[in-house]
T-cell receptor, first 113, second 111 residues
C-alpha cells in the first residue's frame, strides 16, 4: 500500500515569497499533521487536521497555515518567507485512534535564499 | 509542557555490539510512545509503537520498553550492524493529535 506522499521534494524560494507544500496521506487515514525540522530546533509540531478541521496547532506565527481537503489530502502554506523558514517539512498521517501511531512522508526540503 | 530528552546524543559502537538508547519524558500522561529512525536528509521510519498500557514491544533485533510512571523508555538494539547507523528519535503522544520529539541519538556502527 502506498505510503505518505509529499510534494515537491525540494524547493528553493526567495525571501518574501510564499510557498505551498502538499501531503497525501495513506489511504483511509483521516489525520494529517505537519512538522518542521531544523538543526537548531529539532522536530517541532506545526498543526494537525482531522476530517478537514484543525484540531491542534503548534507555536508558529500566523504566516504558517494549512488546510485539509475532503479526500484527506493536506496542504501547508508559508507566506512572506524568511531565511529561518529553511527546513525539512515533514507530514505524517494516522488512522483514527491512538493505537496506530504515525507514518511519515519523506519530507519537503525548503531553502529560502 | 511535555519535554523529551534522549541520552546519549551520539554513540559509536563496533559491529555486533548490543546497545541501549534512552528516552525520558516529563509528563507521564501519554497515549503512546513511538521510536523512529531517520537517515540523513530523509523522512522518519517508524520502528516501534508502545501504547501507554503496554510495557514493551519487539520487532526483530529491536526491543523497546516503556515505564510510564517514571517517564522512561529504552530502545535495545541487538547485534548491531553498519546498516543500523542513523539518528534514532523517540516521540510521545500526549494529546492524540501531536507528537513531542526528543532531540535524537546519532548512532554510528563501525566495521
Amino acid at each position: 500500500k502506498a505510503g505518505v506522499t509529499q510534494t515537491p521534494r525540494y524547493l528553493i524560494k526567495t525571501r518574501g515569497q510564499q510557498v505551498t507544500l502538499s501531503c497525501s496521506p495513506i489511504s483511509g487515514h483521516r489525520s494529517v499533521s505537519w512538522y518542521q525540522q531544523t538543526p537548531g530546533q529539532g522536530l517541532q509540531f506545526l498543526f494537525e487536521y482531522f476530517s478537514e478541521t484543525q484540531r491542534n496547532k503548534g507555536n508558529f506565527p500566523g504566516r504558517f497555515s494549512g488546510r485539509q481537503f475532503s479526500n484527506s489530502r493536506s496542504e501547508m502554506n508559508v507566506s512572506t518567507l524568511e531565511l529561518g523558514d529553511s527546513a525539512l517539512y515533514l507530514c505524517a498521517s494516522s488512522f483514527e485512534g491512538v493505537a496506530y501511531g504515525y507514518t511519515f512522508g519523506s519530507g519537503t526540503r525548503l531553502t529560502v535564499v | 509542557k511535555q519535554e523529551v530528552t534522549q541520552i546519549p546524543a551520539a554513540l559509536s559502537v563496533p559491529e555486533g555490539e548490543n546497545l541501549v538508547l534512552n528516552c525520558s519524558f516529563t509528563d507521564s500522561a501519554i497515549y503512546n510512545l513511538q521510536w523512529f529512525r531517520q537517515d540523513p536528509g530523509k523522512g522518519l521510519t517508524s520502528l516501534l509503537l508502545i501504547q501507554s498500557s503496554q510495557r514493551e514491544q519487539t520487532s526483530g533485533r529491536l526491543n523497546a520498553s516503556l515505564d510510564k510512571s517514571s517517564g522512561r523508555s529504552t530502545l535495545y538494539i541487538a547485534a548491531s550492524q553498519p546498516g543500523d547507523s542513523a539518528t534514532y528519535l523517540c516521540a510521545v503522544d500526549g494529546t492524540a493529535s501531536k507528537l513531542t520529539f526528543g532531540t535524537g541519538t546519532r548512532l554510528q556502527v563501525t566495521l
